[in-house]
C-alpha cells in the first residue's frame, strides 16, 4: 500500500519567514495530495491540494509543489504569523476519494513573534 | 463544506466498556469514514461505511472490536468495543464534499481508557 513520509517532524520559524514541510509518497498511481492543519484541540481543516495534473498551486501564503518523478510534494508558507502555528499533514491518494487517503506523520510547526 | 456533528466531544471510560460514538451529517452523503488519531500521532483509517452494506475495514481493525452501523445517508455510528488504554484517542468521522472531492472532519471524540 501507499506510504508517506514527512520532514520535519517539527519546524521553529521566526514570524514573517518561510516555512516548507515536505512530504515523499511511495505509489505511483497516488494522484491527489491535500494537505492539513491541525490546532490544538481541534479537527484537521483542509487547507490546499493539489492533483497530479498540477506542478504547483499556490492560494494567498501558501503553496504546494509537486514533483510526480521523484514522488515528492511540498507546502511552502511565505511571511508567516503566529496563526500558523499548528500540526500539519499532509496525505496522498489513488483518487480524491477519501476512503484510500494516507496520512504523513505531521509536522509540528512553531511560529515565534 | 458539509456540517459535521459528533459526539460525545469527549469522554473517560472504564476499561472492558464499550463507547459509541455518533456522526451526523447536514447533507446525504454517500461515504463516511472514521478515522483514529493516537496522541501526537497522525490520522489512521479505521473504516468506510456505506450505507446499506457491510462496513469496509483497513489492516489491523476488525469488526468486533470497532462496529460501524450506516443506517441512512446523513448517520453512522463507531463503536469502541471492551475498551483498554490502548484504544485511548481521538476518533474522527469524515465525509467527502458534495462533489466526491475533499474530505472533511467532524469535531472528533476524545476518548480517555483507565
Known amino acids: 500500500g501507499e506510504n508517506v513520509e514527512q520532514h520535519p517532524s517539527t519546524l521553529s520559524v521566526q514570524e514573517g519567514d518561510s516555512a516548507v514541510i515536505k512530504c515523499t509518497y511511495s505509489d505511483s498511481a497516488s494522484n491527489y495530495f491535500p494537505w492539513y492543519k491541525q490546532e490544538l484541540g481541534k479537527r484537521p481543516q483542509l487547507i490546499i491540494d493539489i492533483r497530479s495534473n498540477v506542478g504547483e498551486k499556490k492560494d494567498q501564503r501558501i503553496a504546494v509543489t509537486l514533483n510526480k518523478t521523484a514522488k515528492h510534494f511540498s507546502l511552502h508558507i511565505t511571511e508567516t504569523q503566529p496563526e500558523d502555528s499548528a500540526v500539519y499533514f499532509c496525505?496522498?491518494?489513488?483518487?480524491?476519494?477519501?476512503?484510500?487517503?494516507?496520512f504523513g506523520g505531521g509536522t509540528r510547526v512553531l511560529v515565534k513573534p | 463544506s458539509a456540517v459535521i456533528s459528533q459526539k460525545p466531544s469527549r469522554d473517560i471510560c472504564q476499561r472492558g466498556t464499550s463507547l459509541t460514538i455518533q456522526c451526523q451529517v447536514d447533507?446525504?452523503?454517500?461515504?463516511m469514514f472514521w478515522y483514529r488519531q493516537q496522541p501526537g500521532q497522525s490520522l489512521t483509517l479505521i473504516a468506510t461505511a456505506n450505507q446499506g452494506s457491510e462496513a469496509t475495514y483497513e489492516s489491523g481493525f476488525v469488526i468486533d472490536k470497532f462496529p460501524i452501523s450506516r443506517p441512512n445517508l446523513t448517520f453512522s455510528t463507531l463503536t469502541v468495543s471492551n475498551m483498554s488504554p490502548e484504544d485511548s484517542s481521538i476518533y474522527l468521522c469524515?465525509?467527502?464534499?458534495?462533489?466526491?472531492?475533499?474530505?472533511?472532519f467532524g469535531s472528533g471524540t476524545q476518548l480517555s481508557v483507565l
Open positions: 496525505a496522498a491518494s489513488m483518487s480524491a476519494a477519501g476512503n484510500k487517503l494516507t
Open positions: 447533507s446525504q452523503v454517500t461515504m
Open positions: 469524515s465525509v467527502e464534499g458534495k462533489r466526491g472531492e475533499k474530505l472533511f
